[in-house]
């Protein structure tokens, strides 16, 4: 039997050196169009502006505003000194937070910093600004400390921390059908590591739990993303789903659940509301039928996890911490052409099987701080 005399694979499993070697050999695809980064990319957000422009966050330590259609990726926003994760885009300026413990904000034109916000005392993993019908902008922040902090943008004050998650705070939303213009206030909904989704009350006095709301507990662990869509509501968690929740009787519950073989970290929805489309750590991107609860089709071509997902009209954006950005066309006719093109792949014109779910045991506190890996390189 021949052994490797590379010293870096030493220490290293058989399976382990099986899995870097199918990664290496799939990092050679050209699949959704690779636009490749100096380091990995943590969360990507759309340009409000510019239907063809991205800006994602990167473990480097940069905010990064990329042309889709060219590649272009010199417009760089500089200052935090770990990794960024997470991202928010105002009309005229962006805020990041950050593994060093603040959440950092860059005039979108010039990129000069504008602002620090600091006061967690952990990772920020959310950030969210949003304006009151006052005109007041307001910043919300949630952190691996377990705390959500609301800012006022202009003074950089802190206004209020919200107590209630446990464990950390990875995901925050806005849902706008529970604004209330005449009071100024906002309902935010926030998702933590122990499984809890919570409504929070925001105006500009005062920020509390919202009044008469339960702690929604339709996941089993960390959830990752919260997103509206119409009045639903759809999550993605560790516990190897996706779902939509919708409001019975004061109450939400899972109307659909889409299962993985993994972590899902993000998920989207088409603007037609057919499809939903779901980003996983087993580094595929699936596009689901709502109306079937069934796999559609897999766009495949990350060769690490995918973190994040942006949609541009029919185009769908994947991020991953393989450092690279990939688009996928949702157009009727491109998404046919991919599915039969997958099925000839396969060979024999197979369909596509759904995905069988892993262990969908409670995250462990090691699983926790899985994002501390990132910071390792990619080799």
Known sequence: MSRSTDPGHFFQTETSLEETARKSQKAGNDNGKPITLPSKILAVEPDPRDIGRIFVAESGGTVRRVVLETGDRRHVYRGPTAPVACLDIAPQRIFAGSWDKLIWSWDLETREVLK??????????????????????????????????????????????????????????????????????????????????????????????????????????????????????????????????????????????????????????????????????????????????????????????????????????????????????????????????AEEAKGGGAKEEPPKPKSTALITEDEERELAELMEDSD
């Open 116 to 341: 620090k916000y600091s006061g967690h005392s952990d990772f920020v993993k959310a950030v969210l600004c949003f304006t009151l019908s006052s005109g007041r902008e307001l910043l919300v922040s949630g952190g691996a400390d377990a705390s959500i902090t609301v800012w006022d943008v202009s003074s950089g004050a802190k206004l209020h921390t919200l107590k209630g998650h446990a464990r950390g705070v990875q995901a925050l939303a806005f849902n706008p059908f529970e604004d209330e213009p005449l009071k100024d206030a906002v309902v935010i909904f926030s998702g933590g590591s122990e499984r809890e989704i919570r409504q929070w009350r925001i105006d500009s006095h005062r920020a509390m739990e919202l009044e008469g709301s339960e702690p929604i507990l339709e996941h089993e662990t960390s959830i990752y993303k919260i997103r509206f869509a119409g009045e639903d509501v759809w999550t993605a968690s560790a516990d190897n789903t996706a779902r939509r929740l919708v409001l019975e009787k004061g109450v939400w519950k899972t109307d659909t659940a889409l299962v993985h073989p993994d972590f899902v970290r993000d998920v989207v929805l088409d603007d037609s509301g057919r499809w939903a489309i779901t980003a996983c750590r087993d580094e595929e991107v699936r596009v689901w039928d709502i109306a079937t609860s069934k796999l559609h089709h897999t766009f495949s071509g990350h060769f690490e996890e995918v973190t994040g997902l942006a949609l541009l009209g029919h185009v769908l954006v994947s991020v991953s911490i393989d450092c690279t950005i990939r688009q996928w066309s949702l157009k009727p006719n491109d998404l046919q052409a991919a599915i039969v093109a």
